[in-house]
């Protein structure tokens, strides 16, 4: 019996100034901000919403990262209903547990692990009930999320056989190499590719939704940050561009005409 997907559905950024991150993407994505205090003795944590709706967090890297040279970076979360379980296939199936599942009151239990060939996510298996699928175009949530690695089909059999996640057919984007999408669950998909040279290590990156990409283009430079690439036209008739934030976390945005 194939396995249900499991989707991506919460992103966080750890940053080095954390003030200025909640300034810089509320105003070039148009979240808005919220404190989070329901977890006692946890550091200062921003969520980011669209509506009612949080869609994602902001936090202050922690010492020991930084110690490790880490640089900031945005970080997505897959659904587990077993975190233990989903930490143990993983770690069976090459990936690395970078740390090992633990609880945050109430909020639900998580665990911080690596595929195979190194890409950093986490798994959380929240508290509460699920909440409805949000239409993948939805301005301010996620709406792909790419793959950067070593490996595109040695990655894609680990995803696909972890987390169900299933082949939405591939490209071959000439001395890029292939790119491989997948769909991961309802309104969820993306896509992996062989990183380029100038990506040091296995990455996720992830594209919000704006309205009007040129103008959200500007948003960033004005705010501070910086165009790596783009805007370009990709294949369905959206606009993207690839960005990084004023404290070098890599994001990229995404909007259905230009």
């Excluded at 950024?13 to 509320?26: C, V």
């Excluded at 669209?50 to 902001?58: A, C, D």
């Excluded at 070593?150 to 680990?158: E, I």
């Excluded at 960005?243 to 005409?257: E, S, W």
Aim: proline content about 10%; hydrophobic content about 40%; glycine content about 12%.
């Amino acid at each position: 019996m194939p396995k249900s997907p499991m989707p991506f559905f919460w992103y966080e950024l750890m940053t080095s100034d954390l003030d200025a991150a909640e300034a810089f993407y509320t105003k070039v994505v148009g979240w808005t901000a919220q404190p989070f205090d329901k977890a006692p003795g946890m550091p200062r944590y921003i969520v980011m919403n669209v509506g009612e709706r949080g869609v994602g967090g902001l936090m202050t890297m922690p010492e020991d990262v930084k110690k490790m040279g880490a640089p900031p970076a945005w970080l997505g979360y897959i659904h587990t209903k077993d975190v233990d379980a989903s930490t143990k296939s993983l770690k069976a199936a090459g990936g690395a547990v970078h740390c090992e599942p633990s609880d945050i009151a109430g909020v639900g239990r998580f665990a911080v692990v690596a595929d195979p060939q190194g890409a950093t996510f986490m798994f959380l298996q929240p508290n509460g009930p699920d909440l409805p699928v949000v239409p993948a175009g939805t301005p301010g949530h996620i709406g792909w999320h790419e793959l950067y690695t070593s490996d595109w089909k040695a990655a894609f059999d680990f995803y696909s056989g972890q987390f169900g996640w299933t082949n939405a057919g591939d490209f071959d984007m000439g001395p890029m190499g292939i790119y491989q999408t997948f769909t991961a669950g309802p309104e969820s998909g993306g896509g992996i590719m062989n990183k380029p040279a100038q990506i040091p290590v296995p990455v996720w990156q992830f594209y919000f939704n704006v309205i009007g990409i040129d103008a959200a283009a500007k948003r960033v430079t004005d705010s501070g940050g910086k165009i790596l690439m783009g805007p370009m036209e990709v294949p369905g008739g959206s606009w993207i561009v690839q960005c990084q934030d004023p404290q070098g976390a890599h994001f990229a945005l995404m909007a259905p005409v230009r």
